[in-house]
């Protein structure tokens, strides 16, 4: 039951930590989206969401890889 709860909340806790970043950072992948929108830069803003994006399927993975190794144990 937890390890499925992180599956689906693992999405929020990156959406929670970007939007940190779009507020108050000066590094960071957030930080990275609103300043290429600001400049222009398409490329900056593509590839930090591509990098979010396998973030976040990589964490999904590996919770889910957690759950199937804990599922077949029981």
Known sequence: ???????VNIGLALVGVVIG???AARRGLGYLII??????QLN??????IILCMIAMGLYQMIQ???HYY????
């Open 1 to 7: 039951v937890i390890l499925s709860n992180m599956k």
């Open 21 to 23: 970043e779009f507020l």
């Open 35 to 40: 300043y290429g929108s600001q400049v222009f």
């Open 44 to 49: 900056l803003v593509i590839t930090s969401i």
């Open 65 to 67: 890889s957690l759950e």
């Open 71 to 74: 599922q077949k144990k029981i």
